[in-house]
């Protein structure tokens, strides 16, 4: 990991971090000594999350769906730190957040507001992050962003369509990883690297525990991304070692 030089510890922002996957990513930062922000709607639950960690594990209040949410954390990150060297953007929500957990909606069946909300969190919210955050990462000396989205998103990978994909979960995933290639190319001269992560099928409430993986599992390769070396990959998806089409 190279540390910049405009602050010890470096600082890094993960929404959606009070459990499952964003908890084991700030788990992994803040072994590898970072301050961590750990955002999550909740300060009740933000705050026993946080204190489930070692290290400089900070608690923020974030809805990433609330603008004024947003501006308050960045505003507050700048007049602390004045930069920020990592954002993992991990808050998401699928289809089975406003169904059944035992029915999963056919493409037929699901509807413009299933798509609306699914995409409020796992689109819009991204862009709307990157936009407050982006002034506070342009001041780091090695800013690197770190997309939590999914194998389901990909459309040019056989594996993606096993069983029964969400329209709107999948498709939500395909345009993060769009809108990942975007950045990354508009950044590209830059020391910025914009990268995804698909954590695979990992055991939380997101699937009722029935995935086959563990959150630290899923979360290790967003950690290895958020800590690239300068000459590290721009604009990929990774599951592990393995770069997603």
Same mark, same amino acid.
């Given at each position: ?12 922002? %993960? ?5 499952? &996957?964003?908890?084991? &990513?700030?788990?992994?930062? $803040?072994?590898? @000594? ?22 400089? #594990?900070?608690?923020? +209040?974030?809805?990433?769906? /609330?603008?004024?949410? +947003?501006?308050?954390?960045? !505003? ?9 060297? #990592? ?20 493409? =037929? ?13 796992? +689109?819009?919210? +991204? ?18 962003? #770190?997309?939590? =989205?999914?194998? /389901?998103?990909?459309? @040019?990978?056989?594996?993606?369509? %096993? ?23 508009? *950044? ?14 990992? !055991?939380?409430? *997101? ?5 086959? /993986?563990?959150?630290?599992?899923? $979360? ?15 604009? !990929?998806? *990774? ?5 997603? !089409?």
């Amino acid at each position: 990991m190279t540390t910049p030089a405009t602050t010890t510890p470096p600082v890094a922002l %993960v929404t959606g971090g009070n459990k499952g &996957i964003g908890l084991a &990513i700030a788990r992994g930062l $803040a072994r590898q @000594g970072f301050t961590v922000l750990l955002g999550a709607r909740s300060i009740e639950l933000d705050r026993r999350a946080a204190s489930t960690l070692d290290g400089d #594990v900070r608690p923020v +209040v974030l809805d990433v769906t /609330r603008q004024d949410d +947003v501006d308050a954390v960045a !505003a507050s990150t700048g007049r602390e730190f004045g930069h920020l060297d #990592v954002l993992v953007n991990n808050a998401g929500v699928n289809t089975l957040t406003f169904h059944p957990m035992d029915h999963l909606p056919k493409p =037929t069946e699901e509807t413009v507001d299933d798509i609306r909300n699914v995409y409020e969190v796992n +689109v819009f919210a +991204v862009v709307r992050t990157m936009n407050a955050f982006l002034p506070l990462l342009e001041r780091s000396d090695a800013p690197r962003v #770190v997309n939590v =989205t999914s194998r /389901r998103g990909s459309i @040019g990978d056989p594996g993606a369509w %096993v069983g029964q994909p969400s329209m709107a979960y999948s498709s939500s995933k395909t345009a993060l990883n769009a809108l990942t290639v975007h950045y990354a190319r508009e *950044f590209a001269h830059t020391a910025m690297k914009i990268n995804g992560t698909a954590p695979g099928h990992v !055991a939380t409430d *997101f699937n009722d525990f029935r995935g086959t /993986r563990t959150p630290d599992d899923g $979360a290790a390769v967003a950690v290895r991304l958020a800590t690239l070396p300068t000459d590290g990959p721009t604009g !990929a998806v *990774f599951e592990d070692d393995e770069q997603l !089409a």
